[in-house]
């Protein structure tokens, strides 16, 4: 069964720090999509970045970037410049199914931006 | 675009009552998706439509969940009799096929 795992539950950085948030997987396929979302206070969920497993370089997203690791099956999502918009929860979300759409979603990790 | 509106935003009800919450996707997405979120749980894949035709209701916990898509622009998600423990933030999410899902900003259901 495919299988999401954060690890950190709760980290913390500085303003203008880089942080980074680390995410495991489980799965049999070999094409899929990776995707990170994030929660603010305002619980709205937001898609920050996604990584298409068939392509070998990192995607990015302003200062958001991942560090993809096929073989291991790992996922960090990378967050640099550090702002304080950016606390939140974050989640690792991997599609159970070939169609992509059954999302499991990791437990999350809340991020805590201070000045 | 206006994303995908979730109505209401707060719903307090007493347990037994039937409660109904609505969605609408975004315009020109065909799958739709409702969750459940709790801090026990975390985040729950209820049912999923595709084309207004559920392909997939294996999340949904009882049979006093029932959920309908009468149109590509409306769904609603109903639980008759509500009880305490379905208390929750529910989220609506649309998306084209196999891209991301994009997600309403919930609503906070409270079961007294």
């Known amino acids: 069964a495919q299988t999401v795992t954060q690890s950190q539950p709760e980290m913390s950085v500085q303003e203008a720090e880089t942080v980074t948030l680390s995410c495991t997987y489980d799965?049999?396929?070999?094409?899929?999509?990776l995707f990170w979302y994030k929660q603010p206070p305002s619980r709205q969920m937001i898609l920050v970045i996604r990584q298409e497993a068939y392509k070998q370089q990192n995607a990015t997203e302003n200062r958001f970037s991942v560090n993809f690791q096929k073989a291991a099956k790992s996922f960090s999502l990378k967050i640099s410049d550090s702002q304080l918009g950016d606390t939140a929860m974050y989640f690792c979300a991997f599609p159970m199914n070939t169609g992509f759409q059954k999302l499991v979603f990791g437990t999350g990790t809340r991020l805590l931006v201070s000045p | 675009d206006a994303g995908v509106i979730q109505s209401p935003r707060h719903e307090v009800t007493e347990m037994g009552q039937e409660v109904t919450l609505r969605c609408k996707p975004i315009s020109g997405h065909n799958s739709l998706f409702w969750y459940r979120q709790t801090m026990m749980r975390g985040l729950e894949l209820l049912i999923y439509?595709?084309?207004?035709?559920?392909?997939?209701d294996s999340g949904m916990p009882e049979d006093r969940f029932s959920a309908k898509m009468p149109n590509a622009s409306f769904s609603t998600l109903k639980i008759q009799p509500s009880e305490p423990r379905d208390s929750a933030v529910y989220f609506c999410?649309?998306?084209?096929?196999?891209?991301?899902?994009?997600f309403g900003p919930g609503t906070r259901l409270t079961v007294l």
């Open positions: 439509f595709n084309n207004n035709v559920p392909i997939d």
């Open positions: 799965t049999s396929e070999s094409n899929y999509y």
């Open positions: 999410a649309s998306s084209l096929p196999g891209n991301e899902q994009f």
